[in-house]
């Protein structure tokens, strides 16, 4: 069944059902409960393929993830679920696309291929190549995340270097005066991935308007490197009495590496850190932590990519978000 068929059992013209269906120009409601009524009838539905032809879209828009060789952590699997949920929403479709070696190719074909109508990113750097392709490309993109200059892109993003300023300031209130930032991993960190530049950033600050002792590591996503890494710490620094992190994957080695050392938290030791909410409550002491709202980022980023899409040229626009830390079980005062 055809637009043709509906158009003559409706008594109107092809180009009139087109646009009952696409809302390109107004039609009488009388027609267009015709039409409706003539659709319902045979069954009809608009073949996707040629609706994106007729009107210059394809209703899917491209997330660019990290590599597929590369785990994803439990915060970065709820920015791809909240974009994912964000666009069935607004009855879009999703093409998942790892970036970054081998990946490359794919990213191109995303960017180069008119297979979507914009793209969000994940996981952006400082100085970010997939970003600098997509502002030559002209094709609509959102960041989740920023580079060091961000105001030519829209994007969303956390505030690293306020949240772990947050983190250490709870842990000074609290008596600590030796508190460790574990990082995510030193690739990513040298690579110049943001969120690893800003954290200590705002550690190092911190520690500067609280006069206190620190020391920052980078840890591998991961519980095995999260222990190993505490562990090296905890030999090298004993004096420490609190960790703040941004490695929410590396938490449960952190924990493992303490009960192995006989650190009791929080009476011995205490733990903060930026983590997604349900991984935070589900660690044993539940974590406290600052929450990160990852459907509301990923909602907001859909929907300053379908402001780009719409528009072009409208002027970027910007979401820092900052959270406040939840208190849980993992933070308590410093122990003489």
Request: proline share 6%.
């Amino acid at each position: 069944m055809n637009i043709g068929e509906i158009a003559k059992r409706a008594g109107v013209s092809r180009s009139t059902v087109s646009y009952a269906l696409t809302g390109r120009r107004p039609v009488s409601p009388e027609t267009k409960q015709r039409i409706l009524a003539v659709i319902d009838e045979l069954g009809y539905r608009p073949n996707a393929a040629a609706r994106a032809l007729k009107e210059g879209r394809t209703r899917t828009i491209g997330l660019v993830i990290p590599p597929a060789s590369t785990r994803l952590t439990d915060m970065q699997l709820g920015f791809v679920a909240s974009v994912v949920d964000a666009a069935a929403r607004a009855d879009l479709d999703v093409l998942l696309s790892p970036s970054g070696g081998e990946h490359d190719r794919s990213f191109e074909r995303v960017v180069t291929g008119q297979r979507v109508d914009g793209v969000i990113v994940m996981e952006i750097r400082l100085e970010d190549d997939r970003v600098a392709r997509l502002m030559a490309s002209g094709l609509p993109f959102v960041g989740i995340g920023r580079t060091r200059d961000p105001d030519g892109m829209s994007w969303v993003d956390l505030d690293y270097e306020t949240l772990i300023a947050r983190c250490v300031h709870h842990l000074a209130d609290l008596g600590h005066r030796d508190i460790a930032l574990v990082n995510r991993s030193a690739e990513l960190v040298a690579a110049g991935y943001g969120p690893g530049h800003r954290a200590r950033a705002g550690f190092d600050r911190a520690l500067a308007e609280r006069g206190l002792r620190g020391v920052a590591v980078c840890c591998a996503d991961d519980a095995q490197a999260g222990q190993a890494c505490t562990e090296h710490l905890l030999a090298e620094h004993p004096e420490l009495t609190a960790i703040a992190t941004v490695n929410e994957a590396a938490a449960a080695g952190v924990y493992h590496a303490l009960a192995r050392t006989g650190r009791e938290v929080p009476r011995d030791f205490s733990i903060v850190g930026v983590a997604a909410r349900h991984w935070a409550e589900n660690l044993h002491p539940p974590l406290t932590a600052a929450d990160v709202p990852a459907v509301e980022l990923g909602a907001h980023a859909v929907d300053l990519l379908l402001g780009r899409i719409a528009d072009p040229a409208a002027p970027h626009r910007h979401l820092l978000l900052a959270p406040p830390i939840s208190l849980r079980a993992t933070t308590g005062p410093a122990r003489p």
